[in-house]
């Protein structure tokens, strides 16, 4: 006990010695392998032999009193034929029990999604690197890569008990996807900027055919896009993406199929303002209990209430390799914290069993001190992605002349890059855990381009950078030695927006900002609101944006931190990314022929087979990082949902989990294998 | 006084249509809109929203209508009380807010009364008794009090709480009860998670508030009346409590018009801090989200209801105060 006090104890001051006392980064993460807070990665695995199926199953007491009251057919008749078989992590579990998990309103809808993840067609395994099944028992990508045939499970049910088939496919293609009053049209099912089709082939048999080839839509359908997300995640908050909808529930709640007068007739009792209101509010898994879904837990409470509570899915398709059906544990109680703090501070308390979303880097020694007392563990899983903050600059900014020259210079970002020290950043911020560079991904992904690049104009070189900045002809400074605008002779402010979102992201750029003054660079930081800076960033209005990297590592998957292809987030350049994503309709082209190369590079992947495609990201991360449109500092840490606090009493808990945007974390570690030890 | 009742009242009803328009106006000042800070959620989940869906967002809501259509189609919804769909709730305004009112009456008048018992007899004691020990204890206690922002005495109750005690960390009930249906068990757990944030809701009122008495009080004792009374022979307790105390009064009962909004969204950081379910933190959350009809709502409520607090205190005013009374026959 006392050992294991002074364990946690010595790890903090390991930690702090090693980033006080020794030169870098190499010695923190040492001390931090030495911890054994970064596990192994590990996770459940597939059982995709056919002959591995169990010959019988069995179900939770819960649901064998249902049946037993005649309220659900038996379970061997609500599983598919084929169900997926999962291997859990350590052992087989035990069913029951209650997760208890926070969240922060109406809005972390997210923090639900992630759970339910295996609810996509296909998905990743635990290590985040290989494609696998999931609800589809398999997929086949012609020889030309325009048509994909996917296979359902025969006998496959939605959590209604009505059966999960080819039509529900067809109905989200043809009446959910294709109408312009609910949806709108999305380039996951554009390759080529030429439309996609969904279409039955019989009651298993699926096929999305394209005129162009896409042999990148197997990793779209595996990963968090609009197309290949899972209908929990696509098909709330108002959107309707996803691949398939449950037809048999839907078809009451459109004009189509109902009568314009029966569906206004609907909204206007719901107190909806029209139809099409009410029926993204009937598709969203997260408010409306009634709704079918395919997830292993389905709502009960929904998440506009004090408490958003799960319970299992007595259809859900998976079972364990001793043919228990999952998931094991019976219910989900998320409550409502209205604040992160209140959120950390109860996890240090005990009161979550498993809580990675919300945790705060920051607070770890508070959260190792309480690890035996409140009777957890804690986990630091580390992510992939180059950078958690990353300084964006604005290449399509236009609104102070003299600012976008200097903007749009390579050498002028370059030198800025070199101004900054990340090691000071990590200890401070990242406890020292992270590892400092350019926004590159981890050394071991097929993405990264080679280590060279990981230092590549993203070391601490003051005296470089400032000859950088003299060659471009900004040499003249002001009395207090900052440098000064060639047009008018006043100080240089480049603006900085930052907002207190993952990470203390304004007080991390205050210390850049204190480290750019040894180059003569004023940096004004500007605090936004969230919702605020969105709207100044479409309006082209940031002249450099402060955000994370997260997701790049799957370049082509999340690309918008890296390139400005996706106008919801092109911090790199709004107006170019406008241009990029409406096929020059609308927007600004980019003057910048580095930027024009990254997009031709972009566009000719969808077609391209996976090595080639490898090839292709790593020539677009040589060009992002030599011309440094994103700063990296720190990255590949825990920070980002990476700090895990998982109760002693839960089983099959891995050691290192994955966390990334395409692993779902936690819904890659599939949270169904997970019990309740007594 | 009937005529002055009633042109008060007439004055009430322009107030409130005045405060509707500006509550209106207030939350189309930020720059952006819903719809701006709906994509920020969709983004920082690794949601894409496309320009397409941008522009049908805002049609869906009415948001691309010009300010005055919208206000006007707000003022003919609520003509037929109904307030709207909360956007980041999707569940009718009235919902939201009705959920939370209960609870947030319950603490702030658990608060006001909590002020209220400690800060009367302390101010009046101080005044009594100035610059006596006591009175220099409280005047210590009272400025800490006034000094120190209680958002951070929550934080520091709280994580104390936690440690020495094993208390539940903020909200207002155990996790066993918050789902549970009412019950004599619900209600008796609620009282024993009410005291801490009661308290810390209430201190810094308190503080205020037993300065007032003071110094109120302290001009009172120095009229000739007071000196009469005693000459008279009155019994001291008698002499202070009768006449100089409810003439101290006074400013309490005009201050009941700030009362009532503080009892619907008292001390929003606190509330937001202890995490409890109050519509303070729905406020804040709505302004955030900027969520039209539910912020427009909850600030339209807070105008109206300090509009009749202070109506309220007009007439308790009149009641308490035989000279605001004779000032009408006169």
């Known amino acids: ?678 | 006084m009937i005529t002055y009742i009633v042109k008060r009242l007439l004055l009430a009803l322009v107030t409130i249509w005045a405060i509707t328009i500006v509550s209106f106006v207030i939350i189309q000042l930020p720059p952006g809109d819903f719809v701006n800070s709906y994509i920020a959620q969709m983004s920082s989940a690794g949601g894409q929203v496309t320009i397409e869906e941008t522009k049908a967002l805002r049609e869906l809501y009415g948001l691309d209508r010009p300010i005055w259509e919208q206000y006007f189609a707000w003022m003919g919804r609520m003509a037929n009380g109904d307030f709207g769909q909360a956007l980041e709730f999707r569940r009718p305004v009235s919902e939201v807010i009705v959920d939370r009112l209960w609870l947030t009456i319950v603490v702030s008048v658990a608060a006001i009364m909590l002020t209220w018992m400690l800060a009367l007899p302390i101010g009046i004691y101080s005044a009594v008794n100035q610059y006596s020990f006591a009175d220099h204890a409280f005047t210590f206690i009272g400025f800490i009090g006034i000094a120190i922002p209680n958002f951070l005495l929550a934080l520091i109750i709280m994580y104390f709480s936690f440690k020495l005690f094993g208390a539940n960390v903020g909200g207002l009930f155990s996790p066993e009860f918050e789902r549970a249906a009412w019950s004599w068990a619900k209600v008796w757990d609620l009282a024993k998670h009410l005291p801490l944030p009661a308290l810390i809701l209430a201190l810094a009122g308190t503080a205020q508030l037993v300065r007032i008495m003071r110094a109120n009080l302290l001009d009172e004792l120095r009229r000739p009346y007071v000196v009469t009374a005693r000459a008279k022979g009155l019994r001291e307790r008698r002499v202070i409590l009768k006449y100089p105390v409810r003439a101290a009064l006074n400013p309490f009962a005009s201050t009941i018009g700030y009362l009532f909004p503080f009892i619907v969204s008292g001390s929003i950081i606190v509330s937001l801090v202890l995490s409890l379910p109050t519509v303070g933190p729905l406020l804040l959350r709505a302004l955030l989200a900027q969520d039209i009809y539910l912020a427009g709502t909850i600030i339209l409520l807070l105008g109206v209801l300090t509009v009749i607090g202070t109506f309220i205190s007009d007439l308790v005013l009149m009641w308490v105060d035989p000279r605001i009374r004779a000032g009408f026959s006169a």
């Open chain 1, 1 to 678: 006990m006392e050992l294991k006090k002074l364990g946690t104890a010595s790890v903090i001051l390991l930690l702090g010695a090693a980033t006080a006392l020794l030169p870098g980064k190499i010695h923190a993460q040492d001390a931090l392998s030495e911890s054994g807070l970064v596990g192994e990665l590990e996770g459940a695995t597939l059982v995709l032999d056919p002959a591995a199926i169990p010959a019988s199953f069995s179900e939770a007491p819960m649901l064998a009193e249902r049946v037993g009251a005649g309220e659900l057919p038996p379970v061997e008749e609500r599983l598919p034929s084929e169900p997926l078989v999962i291997q859990p992590v350590h052992e087989i579990g035990q069913y029951g029990g209650t997760w208890r998990r926070g969240f922060l309103g109406p809005a972390d809808g997210e923090n639900g999604n992630r759970i339910n993840a295996s609810d996509k067609l296909l998905f990743w395994d635990h290590t985040g690197t290989e494609i696998v099944p999931s609800a589809a028992k398999g997929w086949e990508l012609s020889e030309d890569g325009k048509t994909m045939t996917i296979e359902l499970r025969e006998g496959m049910k939605w959590s209604d008990g009505e059966p999960f088939t080819a039509d529900d496919f067809v109905f989200w293609f043809e009446d959910i996807y294709n109408d312009r009053d609910i949806a709108s049209l999305i380039s996951d099912m554009s390759p080529g900027g030429k439309p996609g089709r969904v279409v039955k082939m019989d009651e298993t048999t699926v096929q999305f055919q394209f005129d162009e080839p896409y042999f990148l839509f197997v990793d779209m359908l595996a990963g968090d896009t609009l197309i290949g997300g899972g209908q929990s995640v696509r098909q709330a908050r108002g959107q309707s993406y996803g691949a398939y909808a449950p037809a048999h529930y839907l078809r009451q709640f459109l004009p189509k199929y109902a009568g314009q007068d029966a569906v206004d007739a609907m909204a206007a009792e719901d107190g909806f303002e029209n139809w099409i209101q009410l029926f993204h509010f009937k598709k969203d898994w997260q408010l409306n209990p009634e709704l079918p879904t395919i997830g292993p837990w389905v709502t009960v409470e929904p998440i506009n209430t004090p408490s958003w509570v799960m319970e299992r899915n007595p259809y859900y398709w998976a079972v364990d390799t001793e043919g228990n059906q999952l998931p094991y544990i019976d219910e989900i109680v998320m409550s409502l914290a209205e604040d992160t703090e209140v959120l950390n501070l109860r996890a240090v308390a005990g009161e979550y069993d498993l809580q990675e979303r919300h945790i705060d880097l920051g607070k770890l020694p508070v959260i190792l001190e309480n690890a035996e007392g409140s009777d957890y563990s804690v986990h630091l899983d580390l992510a992939f992605n180059g950078s958690d903050t990353t300084l964006q600059f604005n290449q399509s900014y236009d609104a102070d002349a003299e600012m976008a020259k200097w903007i749009k210079n390579a050498d002028f970002r370059r030198a800025l890059s070199l101004g900054i020290d990340r090691d000071q950043l990590n200890d401070t911020f990242w406890l020292g855990v992270g590892i400092p560079g350019s926004a590159v991904p981890a050394d071991s992904s097929p993405y990264n381009p080679g280590p060279e690049w990981r230092d590549k104009w993203s070391t601490h070189d003051p005296d470089t950078a400032n000859e950088m900045l003299d060659a471009i002809g900004l040499d003249q400074k002001d009395s207090e030695g900052f440098r000064v605008r060639t047009d008018n002779g006043e100080r240089l402010r480049l603006e900085v927006q930052a907002v207190k979102a993952f990470l203390p992201w304004p007080q991390q750029a205050e210390m850049i900002a204190q480290q750019w003054k040894d180059i003569g660079i004023q940096a004004d930081v500007k605090e936004f609101e969230r919702g605020m800076a969105v709207g100044r960033t479409h309006n082209n209005e940031h002249q450099v944006m402060v955000w994370t990297n997260g997701g790049t590592e799957l370049l082509y998957l999340f690309p918008r931190h890296a390139i400005p292809v996706d106008p919801t987030e092109a911090y790199v350049g709004p107006k170019w990314g406008t241009w990029y994503a409406s096929n020059g309709a609308e927007g600004v082209k980019p003057d910048d022929p580095y930027m024009l190369e990254i997009y031709d590079l972009f566009r000719s992947a969808a077609g391209q087979k996976e090595e080639e495609r490898y090839k292709t990201a790593q020539e677009i991360w040589k060009i992002v990082v030599d011309q440094q449109y994103g700063i990296g500092t720190v990255g590949q840490s825990p920070a980002l949902m990476g700090v895990r606090l998982a109760s002693n009493k839960l089983g099959n808990i891995p050691s290192r989990v994955c966390i990334a945007q395409h692993c779902r974390t936690p819904g890659g570690s599939h949270p169904e294998t997970w019990f309740f030890k007594e």
